[in-house]
Every structure is written in structure tokens, then in C-alpha cells.
């Protein structure tokens, strides 16, 4: 009769199944012992008993600080690979290693797609979480009503513009900043403050003539005019006391905001051709005219007063800053996205009401497009160690911090290689003997071993397909992996990313989630919008 023929006998058979295995014991429990003698069933018996004590705070608006890390292309195999590469630095295997936001007790992931592509690009998902609207790619801010590009459509589409999060922590009167290595008005930081029909429009030289006539403005303008704009949105009328601009804007992207460089203003740029814009504002100048501070340098950065300052205005680079493996090399120094993301929580903590502050490490997608993936997992050890400092500088009890990604990377982590074998090595050999390394691409320009520091150089044409890499040191600064299909650049990956969160309403995030859902979190925690509409009340 089979065991499970009736409960009876299922019964029956199981006890003489233990009675059997126990006969075959010794005296001492034999199953306790051999288990407890391996630490892996040490650690994991440990990590659930915490896991089952584990509190969380389910009080709206219980967060008085809100922290969003946006690790730009920071897919799962990044960082799997960047546990492992950060971990090897250290002297360790690596496989065991945790970055800080590992740590965090709650997780989920989040679908990148967009309303209108299945792998999106960062503007429709930063649009996403920080609006808590899904919409097109290539959009900021604005929902999918209107085409992309089409400046009179959004005009003429009423309710497409859309707040975010940030906004409303400044009508509720929060200090609000921002923390990029990219530009400051690229896609992903550019949607904490700006809406517009495209991301490209990051000065009014970008901009068709149609558009800039039909009344839309450039995505730099409205970081300078963001307290003027926000006032006009929510129209706060009488009752915008608590709008009083961007307290803390760190990050590259200078060629934006003027158009030729003023020999009265010391400082100002590097190079006089720097500027893009044509329409002979400096916006940079206007910043100090209404009694912002700006720094273009690591003296004017270090120099700055925490205590006393506010609106301080910090652009590094011409463009995007640089890597964290040649930043060293700037002429006139440029902070670190740890050493950025420090600075503006220290300035942002000077408001008694709290603060939110977005920092994207934005470089680990450019890396990526570059088929670089030293660069790239570098970058996302750098916003590892960002994570870190913030964690160390807040009362967690009080401050909810995120740690996602916009979207993914064709980077692709395979082969069979032995634990602790260098993460940007050789995994094996091909059925044609050519050595291959773990790290790989799915499609972009392909080999190369450029000479530089900069991962966006290239020391020839594109050169996808299999190399003979028996001579190459695939650990190299400047070495850029494989590729299997040719394209132009790198594309960005359509699977879901990871999401991480700790403090007041971090248990919301998790299980497989929309990307829109974590601004609804964030709005749940720090009851932005509760608080924005009291403020305008008053």
C-alpha cells in the first residue's frame, strides 16, 4: 500500500521511518550536531531569527528625512559583480561580501517598464518613482497623454504636468536637494524638479524653435527658477512661506547654464567655449543674483559654511563629472559622490522640518554603455559607500532611505569560475580554446584596451565579437569587455531591479512591484502630500 494511500498509514510509515533513522544515531543528537558545526548553518539560523524580530513602523508620515539613492543602470549583475569586486579590493573572496545597502532589511523589485516600451530609458522611470505615474521614455514629469517632443500637445494637455516628490517636500516646507555625478539636468536628477516633453532639452540650444515659441523651457532654467515654478504649480499665492528653493544641487553639467564665459566672474568655468546656451542668460549668475552660492572646484567646495548656507549651487564639470578612477586627474578638483552626498545632508539637516534629498550615482550607466565594466562597478562601489555615509549621519528611526535602480544593463555574469577567481577575470576557455571572461556583453562597441583613466575613450573603431584575450590583463582600468551583437553604445536591460529600504515605512517595499509604487512609499512615509496641502492652507 503507498504511504499516502490513507492518513493512517502515512502516519505509520513515518513513524517507522524516524524510528529507523533514530536507531542509527548515536546517544548525542546527531542532527544538532552536525548541523551547528557548520558556521553557513550558523549564519542562516541567525539571519532568520533576526529576520523574525524585526520591527517596522507603519505611521504615515513617521519619516521627518527621505533619502532616494538612484544607482543609474544599476542592474542585479551589477551589483552582484560589484559585491564581489568590492569585497576582492578588500583581500576577501569576495562572494561573501555585503554592500551597505545589503544590509538593509527590507527589499523588492521594481518593473522598469514604461507605458510605451518594454526596455525603458531614465527619464520615463525616474519619472516613475518620483511622480508615482508611469509614462513614455524620454519624458520628465509629464504623463503619456502627450507624444514625446510635442511641445504644444503638453501645453495643450491639461493635468500633464505632474508634481514629485521632492516638490512636495518643499511645499511642506522640507529642505530639499540634489546629488548627481551626471549633469544636473539629465534625466534622472532633472525629475526631481523639472517637466518637460523631452529630456534632451537641457538648454535652449537643444530645443526646436517651435518648441521654445510654444512656451516650453529648458530643463537648466528651471533648476534655476525652481522656486518661482513649484510657487506657479501648486499656486501657493499668499501661501508659499515654506517654498524657498533647492537648499543643496551637486553635480556636473556647467556647459548648461550660460553661454560664454564671463571674465568678470573668477571661478566660473574652465574653459571660455564651455557654454551651450544661445540665449545670453547666465543662469549661473542669476543663481547668486537672488543670493545662492556657487562652487565649480574642490576649494569652493571644502570652503563651504554647513552651518550658514543654503542654496548653494555646486557644478564640477562642464559635462558629466568625471569617474571615480581618473577624478583625481580634474585641474581644478572635483568631490566624490560620498564625499557630495555628505556635504548635503549636512546642509539639508540644518532645517528643523527635515529634508529629501535624491543622489544619483549616475556614471555607472555611462560606464556600461562603454562596455566598461571596471568603471561601472567601481562607480557602484563609490554609491555603496554614498549609502553608507548617509546611514552613519542619520537617525534611521526618523529617516526613510531607498536604494534602487531606473533600469538595468545588458552586462551579463556567466561561466563556471572557482570562488574568488578575480570578478573582471577569466571565467574559462571557449569550445575554440579562446579564453573568455566572467563579465560580458550582450551587445555595444565591444574589446578594447584604450590607454585611459576615462571610460567613454576608446583607442579605435568598434570591435564587437571574440578576442584572443591570452595576453590581455581584463582587470585593467581601461580594458572594455566583449560584446556579442554591434551597436553604436550599450543598451540599457528590461529585467526588473532590486529595490532596498530601511526606516519609518521601509516594510512597504516589497515583493515584485511597479516603479511608480516607490514614490507612493516615500509619500506614505513622509506624508508629502498631507503636509503640502496643510502648508498651503495656512
Given at each position: 500500500?503507498?504511504?499516502?494511500?490513507?492518513?493512517?498509514?502515512?502516519l505509520?510509515?513515518?513513524?517507522?521511518?524516524?524510528?529507523?533513522?533514530?536507531?542509527?544515531?548515536?546517544?548525542?543528537?546527531?542532527?544538532?550536531?552536525?548541523?551547528?558545526?557548520?558556521?553557513?548553518?550558523e549564519?542562516?539560523?541567525?539571519?532568520?531569527?533576526?529576520?523574525?524580530?524585526?520591527?517596522?513602523?507603519?505611521?504615515?508620515?513617521?519619516?521627518?528625512?527621505?533619502?532616494?539613492?538612484?544607482?543609474?543602470?544599476?542592474?542585479?549583475?551589477?551589483?552582484?559583480?560589484?559585491?564581489?569586486?568590492?569585497?576582492?579590493?578588500?583581500?576577501?573572496?569576495?562572494?561573501?561580501?555585503?554592500l551597505?545597502?545589503e544590509?538593509?532589511?527590507?527589499?523588492?523589485?521594481?518593473?522598469?517598464?514604461?507605458?510605451?516600451?518594454?526596455?525603458?530609458?531614465?527619464?520615463?522611470?525616474?519619472?516613475?518613482?518620483?511622480?508615482?505615474?508611469k509614462?513614455?521614455?524620454?519624458?520628465?514629469?509629464?504623463?503619456?497623454?502627450?507624444?514625446?517632443?510635442?511641445?504644444?500637445?503638453?501645453?495643450?494637455?491639461?493635468?500633464?504636468?505632474?508634481?514629485?516628490?521632492?516638490?512636495?517636500?518643499?511645499?511642506?516646507?522640507?529642505?530639499?536637494?540634489?546629488?548627481?555625478?551626471?549633469?544636473?539636468?539629465?534625466?534622472?536628477?532633472?525629475?526631481a524638479?523639472?517637466?518637460?516633453?523631452?529630456?534632451?532639452?537641457?538648454n535652449?540650444?537643444?530645443?526646436?524653435?517651435?518648441?521654445?515659441?510654444?512656451?516650453?523651457?529648458?530643463?537648466?532654467?528651471?533648476?534655476?527658477?525652481?522656486?518661482?515654478?513649484?510657487?506657479?504649480?501648486?499656486?501657493?499665492?499668499?501661501?508659499?512661506?515654506?517654498?524657498?528653493g533647492?537648499?543643496?544641487?551637486?553635480?556636473?553639467?556647467?556647459?548648461?547654464?550660460?553661454g560664454?564665459?564671463?571674465?568678470?566672474?573668477?571661478?566660473?568655468?574652465?574653459?571660455?567655449?564651455?557654454?551651450?546656451?544661445?540665449?545670453?542668460?547666465?543662469?549661473?549668475?542669476?543663481?547668486?543674483?537672488?543670493?545662492?552660492?556657487?562652487?565649480?572646484?574642490?576649494?569652493?567646495?571644502?570652503?563651504?559654511?554647513?552651518?550658514?548656507?543654503?542654496?548653494?549651487?555646486?557644478?564640477?564639470?562642464?559635462?558629466?563629472?568625471?569617474?571615480?578612477?581618473?577624478?583625481?586627474?580634474?585641474i581644478?578638483?572635483?568631490?566624490?559622490?560620498?564625499?557630495?552626498?555628505?556635504?548635503?545632508?549636512?546642509?539639508?539637516?540644518?532645517?528643523?522640518?527635515g529634508?529629501?534629498?535624491?543622489?544619483?550615482?549616475?556614471?555607472?550607466?555611462?560606464?556600461?554603455?562603454?562596455?566598461?565594466?571596471?568603471?561601472?562597478?567601481?562607480?557602484?562601489?563609490?554609491?555603496?559607500?554614498?549609502?553608507?555615509?548617509?546611514?552613519?549621519?542619520?537617525?534611521?528611526?526618523?529617516?526613510?532611505?531607498?536604494?534602487?535602480?531606473?533600469?538595468?544593463?545588458?552586462?551579463?555574469?556567466?561561466?563556471?569560475?572557482?570562488?574568488?577567481?578575480?570578478?573582471?577575470?577569466?571565467?574559462?576557455?571557449?569550445?575554440?580554446?579562446?579564453?573568455?571572461?566572467?563579465?560580458?556583453?550582450?551587445?555595444?562597441?565591444?574589446?578594447?584596451?584604450?590607454?585611459?583613466?576615462?571610460?567613454?575613450?576608446?583607442?579605435?573603431?568598434?570591435?564587437?565579437?571574440?578576442?584572443?584575450?591570452?595576453?590581455v590583463?581584463?582587470?585593467?582600468?581601461?580594458?572594455?569587455?566583449?560584446?556579442?551583437?554591434?551597436t553604436g553604445?550599450?543598451?540599457?536591460?528590461?529585467?526588473?531591479?532590486?529595490?532596498?529600504?530601511?526606516?519609518?515605512?521601509?516594510?512597504?517595499?516589497?515583493?515584485?512591484?511597479?516603479?511608480?509604487?516607490?514614490?507612493?512609499?516615500?509619500?506614505?512615509?513622509?506624508?508629502?502630500?498631507?503636509?503640502?496641502a496643510?502648508?498651503l492652507?495656512?
Amino acid at each position: 500500500m503507498s504511504i499516502f494511500s490513507s492518513r493512517t498509514s502515512h502516519l505509520i510509515t513515518t513513524a517507522a521511518l524516524i524510528t529507523l533513522f533514530s536507531c542509527s544515531l548515536p546517544a548525542q543528537n546527531q542532527v544538532t550536531a552536525l548541523a551547528t558545526d557548520s558556521d553557513w548553518y550558523e549564519r542562516g539560523a541567525a539571519t532568520v531569527e533576526a529576520a523574525s524580530r524585526r520591527a517596522y513602523n507603519n505611521t504615515p508620515g513617521a519619516a521627518k528625512n527621505i533619502i532616494l539613492f538612484v544607482g543609474d543602470g544599476m542592474g542585479v549583475s551589477t551589483v552582484s559583480a560589484a559585491r564581489i569586486f568590492a569585497g576582492q579590493q578588500l583581500g576577501l573572496d569576495g562572494e561573501e561580501y555585503e554592500l551597505s545597502y545589503e544590509k538593509f532589511p527590507w527589499t523588492g523589485l521594481s518593473k522598469t517598464y514604461t507605458t510605451d516600451t518594454q526596455v525603458s530609458d531614465s527619464a520615463g522611470t525616474a519619472t516613475a518613482f518620483m511622480t508615482g505615474v508611469k509614462t513614455r521614455s524620454g519624458v520628465i514629469n509629464i504623463d503619456s497623454r502627450p507624444q514625446r517632443g510635442d511641445c504644444a500637445e503638453y501645453m495643450n494637455t491639461p493635468g500633464a504636468t505632474l508634481l514629485t516628490a521632492l516638490e512636495l517636500a518643499e511645499v511642506a516646507g522640507k529642505a530639499t536637494g540634489i546629488v548627481s555625478t551626471a549633469r544636473l539636468t539629465h534625466a534622472t536628477p532633472a525629475a526631481a524638479y523639472a517637466n518637460s516633453p523631452d529630456r534632451n532639452w537641457e538648454n535652449d540650444s537643444a530645443m526646436p524653435a517651435s518648441a521654445r515659441e510654444n512656451g516650453c523651457i529648458d530643463i537648466a532654467t528651471q533648476l534655476i527658477d525652481f522656486e518661482d515654478r513649484l510657487i506657479a504649480k501648486v499656486n501657493a499665492g499668499q501661501n508659499s512661506s515654506t517654498i524657498d528653493g533647492l537648499e543643496v544641487a551637486f553635480g556636473g553639467g556647467r556647459e548648461n547654464f550660460f553661454g560664454a564665459d564671463p571674465a568678470s566672474l573668477d571661478g566660473f568655468a574652465e574653459a571660455p567655449s564651455e557654454g551651450r546656451r544661445n540665449d545670453e542668460r547666465n543662469l549661473i549668475q542669476e543663481w547668486e543674483s537672488r543670493g545662492g552660492i556657487y562652487v565649480m572646484g574642490q576649494a569652493g567646495f571644502d570652503n563651504l559654511d554647513i552651518a550658514g548656507e543654503s542654496n548653494v549651487l555646486g557644478l564640477f564639470e562642464a559635462a558629466h563629472m568625471r569617474y571615480e578612477a581618473n577624478r583625481s586627474e580634474d585641474i581644478a578638483g572635483e568631490p566624490s559622490l560620498t564625499d557630495m552626498t555628505i556635504k548635503a545632508i549636512e546642509i539639508l539637516q540644518n532645517d528643523p522640518d527635515g529634508f529629501f534629498l535624491q543622489v544619483e550615482g549616475g556614471r555607472i550607466d555611462h560606464a556600461h554603455h562603454a562596455n566598461s565594466a571596471y568603471h561601472a562597478l567601481n562607480e557602484a562601489k563609490e554609491m555603496a559607500a554614498a549609502v553608507q555615509a548617509a546611514v552613519d549621519m542619520v537617525d534611521i528611526n526618523e529617516t526613510l532611505i531607498i536604494v534602487t535602480a531606473d533600469h538595468s544593463h545588458v552586462m551579463t555574469f556567466a561561466g563556471y569560475p572557482q570562488r574568488g577567481n578575480p570578478i573582471l577575470g577569466i571565467a574559462g576557455r571557449d569550445s575554440l580554446g579562446l579564453p573568455y571572461t566572467t563579465l560580458g556583453y550582450a551587445n555595444g562597441s565591444g574589446f578594447n584596451v584604450s590607454g585611459s583613466t576615462d571610460a567613454d575613450l576608446r583607442s579605435g573603431p568598434p570591435s564587437p565579437g571574440r578576442k584572443d584575450l591570452t595576453l590581455v590583463d581584463t582587470t585593467a582600468v581601461d580594458y572594455h569587455q566583449e560584446t556579442l551583437v554591434a551597436t553604436g553604445g550599450e543598451t540599457h536591460a528590461g529585467e526588473d531591479v532590486a529595490i532596498y529600504a530601511i526606516g519609518p515605512g521601509a516594510h512597504l517595499i516589497s515583493g515584485s512591484i511597479e516603479q511608480n509604487v516607490i514614490f507612493h512609499v516615500m509619500n506614505f512615509a513622509g506624508d508629502l502630500t498631507g503636509k503640502a496641502a496643510e502648508a498651503l492652507s495656512q
